[in-house]
């Protein structure tokens, strides 16, 4: 286990690049996103984004690393900026102001996806240069009062998203919606995660994480009761490679795994990081990193 302090706020988006050898962090106060040794805790570099005609990078919300292409997109007050992670080269500048999470599809030219205030906006081939423009969306979906979560599958085919009141699943491509998640209407904007193999999708509302049977129902298979304590909202969700078992993350400070065929928690932690706002597994399943309102990141093997 490593600990480090990595900003002097809270961090509230954390995302691992793709081989794994990258951890990204936002505060959502500064206008840089930090990148890090994850296996050190050592400082990489601050990635900025100042563009030729001016234009400089905005409050950063989030970020998000594209899992099958080099990658990096952060989401900020402004527009949603994405950066080549081979050369660290400006790529595009994307309209979409106030975005608050981003979700990359899987391979080569992705779509990328960013929760805004009213839709969800997504753009196909996120990475195609926009040079002097800021390019705007190529279509939205989602719930239509503001999206909160969401989540691509791993084939790219569905998008799930979620706010505090609506939730469901999404046809990327078209923009319609495949299949309506009912869920109890409340102040939590929650997490949203597809299995590794597509087949169930998480989704975490106050301190309940329901899963759903992607192919279909009008009610979650199972509900794990995750939170505890005074402030028990569950903020982070991730699975294991072998999709047996959940993560969550959230306001009482813990980190918990989950036996999901038998809603059964296998372990916690906690470290002292006050709440929990973000928790995400490497791509290769075998190191987890959190975050949360004191400054500081764990990383840990899951195995340890």
């Known amino acids: 286990m490593i600990v480090w302090k990595a900003h002097v706020g809270k961090i509230e988006s954390m995302a691992f690049a793709a081989d794994g050898q990258l951890l990204a962090t936002a505060t959502g106060g500064t206008r840089t996103v930090h990148l890090w040794e994850p296996n050190s805790g050592k400082f990489v570099r601050k990635v900025t984004g100042n563009w030729p005609d001016g234009r400089t990078l905005g409050t950063?919300?989030?970020?998000?690393?594209?899992?099958?292409?080099?990658?990096?997109?952060?989401?900020?007050?402004?527009?949603?900026?994405?950066?080549?992670?081979?050369?660290?080269?400006?790529?595009?500048?994307?309209?979409?102001?106030?975005?608050?999470?981003?979700?990359?599809?899987?391979?080569?030219?992705?779509?990328?996806?960013?929760?805004?205030?009213?839709?969800?906006?997504?753009?196909?081939?996120?990475?195609?240069?926009?040079?002097?423009?800021?390019?705007?969306?190529?279509?939205?979906?989602?719930?239509?009062?503001?999206?909160?979560?969401?989540?691509?599958?791993?084939?790219?085919?569905?998008?799930?998203?979620?706010?505090?009141?609506?939730?469901?699943?999404?046809?990327?491509?078209?923009?319609?919606?495949?299949?309506?998640?009912?869920?109890?209407?409340?102040?939590?904007?929650?997490?949203?995660?597809?299995?590794?193999?597509?087949?169930?999708?998480?989704?975490?509302?106050?301190?309940?994480?329901?899963?759903?049977?992607?192919?279909?129902?009008?009610?979650?298979?199972?509900?794990?009761?995750?939170?505890?304590?005074?402030?028990?909202?569950?903020?982070a969700l991730g699975w294991t490679t072998g999709g047996q078992v959940l993560m969550t993350a959230g306001a009482d400070g813990f980190v918990r795994n989950w036996d999901v065929s038998a809603g059964r928690e296998l372990r916690s932690f906690a470290w002292g990081l006050g709440k929990v706002y973000c928790a995400v597994f490497s791509p290769d399943g075998l190191t987890c990193a959190a975050g949360g309102e004191n400054g500081q990141v764990v990383v840990w093997d899951v195995d340890s």
């Open 60 to 235: 950063v919300k989030a970020v998000a690393f594209a899992p099958g292409a080099p990658l990096l997109a952060a989401a900020t007050d402004r527009s949603v900026t994405v950066w080549r992670t081979d050369t660290w080269e400006l790529a595009a500048d994307l309209n979409a102001s106030y975005a608050h999470e981003l979700a990359f599809g899987p391979g080569e030219s992705p779509m990328l996806a960013a929760a805004e205030s009213r839709d969800t906006a997504l753009w196909h081939n996120a990475a195609r240069p926009t040079g002097d423009n800021i390019r705007p969306y190529d279509t939205t979906c989602g719930p239509r009062r503001g999206v909160a979560v969401l989540d691509f599958s791993p084939d790219g085919k569905l998008l799930a998203a979620s706010n505090c009141h609506h939730s469901g699943l999404w046809n990327p491509a078209t923009g319609e919606r495949v299949h309506y998640l009912e869920r109890p209407a409340g102040n939590h904007r929650g997490a949203i995660r597809f299995s590794p193999d597509g087949t169930v999708l998480a989704l975490a509302r106050g301190k309940y994480v329901d899963l759903w049977s992607v192919a279909g129902g009008d009610q979650p298979t199972s509900t794990i009761v995750a939170g505890t304590g005074r402030q028990p909202a569950i903020w």
